[in-house]
């Protein structure tokens, strides 16, 4: 029987969707599992890991129902980036719940570092910049505050990875420790161009080397599964990127210009650059987009870089107005909503409900709700909302043809949020530029099932067909109201 199927675990913030893909990127399996938020106190964000492992085995067990474990030739993995866990190499025990990428409880370490002058080197030879959002600060904050684990670090009692190493660690019963290049490009320990944990940045944050898992390609032969509940033993792991580079790969975006946004939790905005890394001066990131170890070919691996923006509130807004002011019970209520009113009001809401990412980066911006008036409805702050989510986007498009030197013609867009139609022609709008929206927008899940089939030696999934896949939203604003969208934007941003 042939082996034809990939299982392609997605392990995002909120939850953990696992599907079964065929080479015609059918779906063939699916299976989906939330898991709780953690909130300790504000601007601190945690998952227990035994709450993930478990969304990922549920998922898995709902989406292998029904298929033949014969058929599966490989798995891929992509995953929420920066999230940072610590476990016992003995049994493999998280030591403490993970710090998630939106946590802001290391901005005074930040700062410090910021102000002892170290930011300069830090950039130019990780690509990115001094936040609490990399994993690094996250590492060392564990360290210093459990007594006594600094010291089993320093012995090698203790593992720490990205969710992808926490992944791959049990999904081989414990015998890989490894992460792909591309999470290890978001730690701030990893060098750019060597690809490689460098001995500096680590000294530099306090982080043991002896914590470290191995680099290895987005697209190769990584370990086997072993003990994985509902799963045969020997799958290989070929394909695994962070969630955001998954989507670059799932979407095609191969060539240098090409660029996608992802709208989930947050908005995640990148641009493929090409084989050399191209360094940012407005503010946005420079990454690992892939390195790709084909099997079989003999060409050895081939590496490609992004630039990236990351506003770290897109989709997260609309649950804030749901859970935090109940204007809507659900989050699909939020399109008609705001299709009941042909503008927003002059209502216009800076999302810096965890600090502003790219381009700005202030750690201290909180979020800003202005233009209100005895007239402002629900329905005008739910419209405004999805401004608020695109406007973001204009700010890091600008600065994203700014430092590529190359414009962007069309978005390519995914993610859950994506599917709001409304959002889309929003964000046409405000660009000026088409919205590329494929049929799938499940595009992480799918690029990381290319990757998988990459680096297993199968033909790439779907080969063919895209363009018929793809709704485009032209955008119809005039380059007046842009204007006058964007002054009431840059005013607003400047006061939160």
Same mark, same amino acid.
């Given at each position: 029987? =042939? ?36 909130? $300790?106190?504000?601007? =601190? ?42 476990? =016992? ?37 990780? %690509? ?22 600094? &010291? ?15 992944? #791959?660690?049990?999904?081989?019963? %414990? ?39 191995? #680099? ?8 086997? &599964? ?52 191209? $360094? ?34 897109? !989709? ?9 002011? !109940? ?5 699909? *209520? ?54 608020? #989510? ?34 889309? *022609? ?5 660009? %000026? ?21 990459? %680096? ?10 895209? &363009?018929?896949? #793809? ?19 840059? =005013? ?5």
């Amino acid at each position: 029987m =042939e082996r034809d199927f990939i299982i392609s675990i997605d392990q995002g913030t909120t939850g953990t969707t696992v599907l079964v893909v065929d080479g015609g990127r059918t779906v063939r399996g699916r299976g989906y599992r939330e898991f709780a938020q953690i909130y $300790p106190r504000p601007g =601190e964000v945690e998952h227990d890991p035994e709450a993930i492992w478990g969304s990922v085995t549920g998922a898995l067990k709902d989406a292998l129902a029904g298929v033949d474990p014969k058929r599966i030739a490989a798995l891929g993995i992509t995953n929420q980036r920066e999230t940072t866990l610590l476990w =016992e190499r003995d049994g493999g025990r998280p030591v403490a719940n993970a710090i998630v990428w939106q946590d802001r409880r290391t901005a005074p370490f930040c700062a410090a570092l910021k102000a002892a002058g170290h930011e300069r080197m830090v950039r130019e030879r990780t %690509g990115l910049v001094l936040d609490p959002y990399f994993s690094a600060t996250k590492v060392r904050w564990l360290l210093d505050a459990i007594t006594g684990l600094r &010291t089993r670090a320093e012995a090698g009692e203790i593992a720490f990875g990205t969710v992808d190493s926490f992944l #791959i660690w049990r999904l081989t019963g %414990g015998k890989t420790h490894a992460t792909d290049v591309t999470n290890a490009s978001r730690t701030l320990l990893c060098d750019l161009r060597t690809r490689r944990f460098s001995d500096e940045l680590c000294a530099l944050f306090g982080v043991p080397v002896a914590l470290l898992p191995e #680099i290895c390609p987005s697209a190769g032969r990584l370990g086997e &599964t072993r003990g994985v509940p509902g799963l045969p033993d020997g799958i290989p792991i070929t394909g695994v990127a962070g969630d955001q580079q998954a989507a670059l790969y799932g979407q095609d975006c191969t060539e240098a210009g090409d660029a996608k946004c992802t709208f989930g939790t947050g908005a995640f905005l990148l641009m493929n650059v090409g084989a050399e890394p191209r $360094p940012s001066t407005h503010g946005l990131l420079t990454t690992v987009a892939w390195t790709l170890d084909v099997a079989g070919s003999g060409a050895g691996a081939s590496t490609a870089y992004a630039l990236e923006g990351s506003a770290f509130v897109a !989709g997260a807004l609309v649950q804030w107005l749901r859970d935090g002011l !109940g204007i809507i019970a659900s989050a699909s *209520e939020i399109e008609p909503l705001a299709r009941s009113v042909p503008d927003s009001g002059g209502v216009t809401i800076v999302p810096a409900l965890t600090g502003l990412g790219a381009p700005h980066w202030r750690a201290g911006a909180r979020g800003l709700i202005t233009g209100v008036t005895r007239g402002t409805t629900r329905a005008h702050l739910a419209r405004a909302a999805l401004e608020a #989510i695109a406007l973001q986007n204009v700010d890091l498009v600008t600065a994203m043809q700014a430092d590529a030197g190359l414009p962007i013609n069309n978005l390519r867009v995914d993610g859950g949020a994506a599917a709001n139609d409304l959002l889309m *022609e929003i964000q046409a709008d405000l660009l %000026g530029v088409q919205i590329f929206r494929p049929e799938m927008v499940e595009s992480t899940a799918l690029g990381a099932a290319k990757l998988a089939a990459l %680096g297993v030696g199968l033909p790439r999934v779907d080969a063919g067909g895209e &363009t018929a896949r #793809i709704r485009v939203f032209t955008p119809s604003m005039s380059a007046e109201a842009r204007a006058a969208h964007l002054t009431r934007w840059s =005013e607003a941003v400047a006061r939160a």
